[in-house]
């Protein structure tokens, strides 16, 4: 596995000062109503729904059918499963109606899929028994999962890297794994709403076990692939860092996504999540909270199989 080295590239300060710089007073807004989770809740009118649903409609057909293959590949195969799985609606909401934005995520997000999954899996439901049918030790691990919603009815999408054997579970899995759980969050309607909470326990981690190309891709996921805005991510433990976070924190910045940069969050006490909605009752043990059920995550599995057989996507 690839960890963080001191020859990766990283992200200077001056690079830092540089894109805040350039976000809109809008953008900043909107991160800082994201991070508390005051954004209130918008039922989609029926006629910007419209409205928003032809424009993406025309701006999918604008994109050039090379840049396209895998969705039209999706859209041909299985149009049903496309509807479903990877509703526009989804992405317009998540770009807060951004028709060009909403598009490019949808082509972005069958590529990836296809990329994830290959050609047959891919275009299986994604479900555990379907698209994840080869991931399953990956995914028992509990090293991605939901935990219940904090204090302002968020998704928490909680990540815990070291619970999975990466001597056992590929990179390639772990992100299959990483892909369907933030597909299962953007089914949910609450997530669709409000946005997920990303919260990543990094108690007892080394540097070698910090993987630069496997965190890369799951900032993606996170950010820029799937069919859900993520509002704000949380780094934390009670000890955050074994080593120096001058080290680190310009690595960390270059493997993320521009727009989920200023949405992370790094604590070294934890009771500084309360402050943004994120009650120690949902937040780990092992993490210094008071959550004692995350080892129990084989009955959310057994639960989430018998919804997906129902055809169901309520978390």
């Known amino acids: 596995m690839a960890a963080f080295p001191h020859t990766a590239p990283i992200f200077t300060q001056e690079d830092r000062d540089r894109e805040f710089a350039s976000l809109t007073e809008d953008e900043l807004d909107r991160i800082e109503k994201d991070k508390f989770g005051i954004e209130s809740d918008e039922d989609d009118c029926d006629e910007e729904k419209e409205w928003s649903l032809l424009q993406m409609e025309e701006e999918l ?16 195969k299985v149009p049903e499963l496309v509807e479903r799985e990877s ?45 994840l049918r080869d991931d399953y030790d990956s995914l028992s691990t509990g090293f991605c999962q939901i935990l219940p919603q904090d204090d302002r009815g968020r998704t928490v999408i909680y990540h815990e890297k070291k619970r999975a054997n990466t001597t056992v579970h590929h990179r390639d899995s772990l992100c299959r794994v990483v892909f369907y759980m933030h597909h299962v969050a953007s089914m949910d309607s609450r997530a669709q709403q409000k946005g997920f909470i990303g919260l990543n326990n990094l108690r007892g981690t080394l540097m070698k076990d910090l993987d630069r190309l496997y965190s890369k891709r799951a900032y993606n996921i996170m950010e820029n692939v799937a069919a859900v805005r993520c509002a704000s991510a949380h780094m934390a433990s009670p000890k955050l860092w074994l080593f120096p976070a001058s080290v680190i924190m310009p690595v960390f910045d270059h493997v993320v996504p521009p727009a989920l940069r200023w949405k992370s969050h790094f604590y070294d006490c934890i009771s500084e999540l309360e402050n943004y909605g994120i009650s120690l009752n949902i937040i780990p043990i092992s993490m210094g909270g008071k959550y004692d059920n995350i080892d129990n995550f084989q009955i959310w599995i057994e639960t989430q199989i018998e919804k997906e057989e129902r055809n169901t996507y309520q978390t």
Not at 69 to 75: G, L, Q, S
């Open 61 to 76: 057909e604008n994109i050039p059918l090379e840049e396209k293959m895998d969705y039209m590949a999706a859209v041909i």
């Open 87 to 131: 509703p526009m609606l989804n992405f317009l909401r998540k770009h807060h109606h951004n028709a060009t934005a909403a598009a490019r995520n949808m082509i972005l997000y069958w590529k990836c899929r296809v990329q994830l999954f290959g050609d047959e899996k891919s275009f299986l439901p994604m479900t555990i028994r379907g698209a």
